[in-house]
């Protein structure tokens, strides 16, 4: 039998749908018996969404600084805390600095701890790009980020679902950008 993998998961925009969306995923008990889910983000803004979508008296939010101090068990979201936003101040819903910095941060981490092999495996919530670039993180998507942060020269993003498989010859352009790239050459590559 494989041993479980770690997989790191970012909590995307916190003044987005990503925490609430992370909180419903790991309600679900079977999920810990495929992998041992661990988010990367906020635990303030976590506890928040257990609160928003019903689940606060049934999810306990464990906050950490290190791996081996996570849980992994069903019941209980182990959360990377980076303690980068004030919910005192953040509005959900609302494009800002603050959100942009802390979602391009949580990528920022769970790179660097897929790269140092303390996860095994990266998934990723929406971000918002406006908040973001905002911030003065100029990149036009998660691929980039990762494409730039890990070194890579040639990268894509793939879409997956069952056995269907989808590259993109371009993303995040404009639709004459997108008719510009479509050559040959690119979409062999």
């Known amino acids: 039998m494989l041993a479980v993998k770690t997989i790191g998961i970012t909590m995307g925009d916190p003044a987005g749908i990503g925490a609430e969306i992370t909180v419903k995923a790991l309600a679900d008990t079977r999920l810990y018996t495929r992998c041992r889910p661990l988010v990367v983000g906020d635990v303030s803004v976590m506890q928040e ?15 950490i600084s290190r791996i081996e101090d996570a849980f992994f068990r069903p019941g209980v979201i182990d959360v990377y805390d980076m303690g980068l936003v004030d919910t005192g101040q953040l509005i959900r819903g609302e494009v800002s600095p603050l959100a942009g910095h802390a979602a391009f941060e949580y990528v920022k981490k769970v790179i660097e701890l897929a790269m140092s092999h303390e996860v095994d495996a990266t998934v990723t919530n929406p971000l918002n790009k406006e908040a973001m670039n905002l911030a003065g993180h100029h990149y ?17 993003m793939m879409l997956i679902h069952g056995e269907l498989r989808v590259v993109h010859v371009s993303t995040h352009v404009s639709l004459r950008e997108a008719c510009d790239r479509e050559k040959k050459e690119r979409a062999l590559e």
Not at 49 to 63: L, P, S, T
Not at 140 to 156: F, N, P, Q, R
């Open 140 to 156: 036009s998507g998660h691929t980039e980020i990762y494409a730039k942060l890990t070194g890579a020269d040639k990268y894509t």
């Open 49 to 63: 969404a257990a609160d928003i979508v019903g689940m606060k008296d049934k999810i306990q939010i464990h906050g």
